[in-house]
């Protein structure tokens, strides 16, 4: 049973084996592809000798194509036997395309052998193969022999067709001889694409030298499509209004930031001035912000002129007047303060005497004084404060006495002008004035410390007790210890009612006058209190003998206790 199953295996497997045997026999018997390539080639018909090269290419036989029979000898070839086997091909003439062949050895990986033999060909220089032999030269290395192909292309027209010589120019990276070309006429003017390419180009080598023949080369406005390079461009050629043209053609809200920045990296101050005045004039301009501009770049007085035909009609508190005041400053200019005294005479009563204000703080006092008498709103209560303070200022006590004796006219004062009025009122004024100014102040409730006593001075002189007792009892009930208060309270008892009625006030003001003092010796006079007062002026006459008064009150205390010889004798000391 065993001996069957190995029986019937082995015949299977030795028919199969025969099989392989036999297809393997045929298949070494099939030519290989250096005997179809030599076959192929054999096939070929021969050129005559009139000419090494046909008119018209002899149809290849369909199976396999002459050229690529042709470039496959010459692709694998070794390098022995290469320059033979390409010059064999040269002399036979073949009726194939040399640029086929050279085509064919390019993809065939062999851009050397193809370069070679279009070297050797008759026809390898032409037209038709130009473009080849440049690609051919920049993948072998050469790309200085490329590019010497195509600025010869480039200085003359010829047959190399226009588009083979830019896209030459720029596989090698070499624009500038698309320019050359442009400039020579050899190929048409660029296009705004093409231009702007090249400028781009041009600028990122820094040659500028290519920017300007570009322009004669062609009128196409790559300016436009970029004007930022064409800013640049015309920084480098030093070309100020070329870089201003150029930016006319950026947004709106950018141009003049950019033409500033040209005109201050050109140095054209006097342009940059020109600028920013243009800007300031037109309509919908920002003064203030045109008047930084020029500030920032020197001009300042045409800032400020902007600022006053800006402010022009304006109150003093828009942002252009405030500005302008600022840059003003304390001591201003003549024009700067005719400027103000027009202003002071515009637009309303409001209006005219906020500029007064800001008039009367910067001129000199007297020149002032003088402006604002004659100002239609002399009359008026705050301009006749401001003449008051100027009066004061400039030391014209005539003029200030004069303004306070209008303002002391029984017009209603509010407590801030009664203030004002009290501050910038002469230094040497009448009583009746002085007491007016603290009457005023009094009644509105803005008193000074001592307004109530000056007024019961005022009122005591004018032989009125009654109405001195009322503004010492007010003056005492907020400052309860002031001594001359105190005295003058005493007296003006004695007057209402006596001797007595003034001995309270007398023991109040003895306990606040100091020990050793002339007024203590005067209160123990009146007290009755003879004795301690001689005793007290003794004292004193001892530490200040040179003092007459105190000589003249020993004398009379004396005389009053009935000792003239004693008191005599006092005063011939």
């Known amino acids: 049973m065993r001996i069957d199953r190995r029986r019937g295996r082995l015949a299977i497997v030795l028919p199969a084996l025969a099989g392989l045997g036999l ?54 070839a070794d390098a022995a036997t290469l320059a033979a086997l390409t010059a064999q091909l040269i002399a036979e003439g073949q009726s194939v395309s040399t640029l086929q062949v050279a085509y064919d050895l390019v993809a065939a990986k062999r851009p050397a052998v193809a370069l070679g033999y279009l070297a050797a060909r008759p026809d390898g220089g032409a037209a038709a193969t130009w473009r080849l032999r440049v690609d051919l030269l920049r993948q072998t290395g050469r790309t200085a022999d490329a590019a010497a192909l195509v600025a010869r292309a480039a200085q003359t027209r010829g047959a190399v067709a226009a588009a083979d010589i830019v896209a030459a120019a720029y596989a090698i990276d070499r624009p500038d001889l698309v320019i050359a070309a442009a400039a020579n006429h050899v190929i048409p003017p660029p296009d705004a694409a093409l231009s702007l390419d ?34 640049r461009v015309a920084a480098r050629m030093k070309d100020t209004a070329g870089g201003l043209r150029a930016a006319d053609y950026l947004p709106i809200e950018q141009r003049a930031t950019a033409r500033e920045a040209i005109l201050t990296e050109a140095g054209d101050r006097a342009g940059l001035r020109t600028e920013l005045l243009a800007r300031a004039a037109a309509p919908g301009a920002q003064p203030e912000r045109e008047a930084e501009r020029l500030l920032a770049t020197g001009y300042r007085g045409d800032a400020m002129a902007i600022l006053r035909r800006a402010t022009t009609g304006q109150p003093p508190t828009a942002p252009a007047a405030q500005r302008l005041l600022y840059l003003m400053g304390p001591r201003p200019g003549a024009d700067d303060l005719a400027w103000l005294k027009q202003q002071s005479m515009r637009g309303s009563a409001n209006q005219q005497r906020a500029w007064l204000t800001h008039y009367a703080e910067r001129d000199r006092p007297g020149e002032a004084l003088a402006f604002l008498s004659r100002h239609p709103l002399a009359g008026q209560t705050d301009v006749m404060l401001m003449r008051l303070s100027l009066a004061r200022a400039s030391g014209n006590d005539t003029a200030g006495r004069a303004v306070l004796a209008s303002l002391l006219d029984g017009r209603s004062l509010d407590p801030a002008q009664i203030a004002a009025l009290s501050a910038a009122a002469p230094a040497k004024i009448d009583q009746a004035q002085a007491a007016a100014i603290a009457k005023l102040r009094v009644a509105a409730g803005v008193a000074a410390p001592r307004d109530q006593l000056d007024l019961a001075w005022t009122a005591w002189n004018a032989g009125d007790a009654k109405g001195a007792a009322k503004r010492l009892d007010q003056h005492l009930a907020s400052d309860p210890t002031d001594l001359p208060a105190l005295r003058l309270m005493a007296d003006v008892q004695i007057r209402m009612g006596g001797e007595r009625a003034a001995r309270p006030w007398l023991d109040r003001a003895l306990a606040q006058t100091p020990a050793a003092s002339k007024a203590r010796v005067e209160i123990l006079e009146k007290l009755g209190r003879r004795a301690e007062a001689v005793a007290l002026v003794e004292t004193l006459r001892t530490e200040t ?18 000792q003239p010889g004693r008191a005599r004798a006092v005063l011939a000391q």
């Open 198 to 231: 090249l400028a781009r180009r041009a600028d990122k080598a820094g040659r500028t030298d290519l920017i300007a023949l570009l322009d004669k080369a062609t009128t196409a406005n790559w300016r436009a499509a970029d004007p930022w390079l064409a800013i």
């Open 23 to 76: 297809l393997a026999g045929g298949l070494m018997l099939l030519p290989n592809d250096r005997e179809i390539r030599h076959a192929a080639r054999r096939a070929q018909p021969v050129p005559t000798a009139s000419s090494s090269l046909p008119a018209a290419p002899v149809s290849p036989p369909v199976q396999p194509p002459a050229h690529l029979a042709i470039a496959a000898q010459i692709a694998t």
């Open 545 to 562: 003998p040179r003092d007459r008064s105190l000589a003249a009150l020993h004398a009379r205390l004396l005389i009053a206790q009935g």
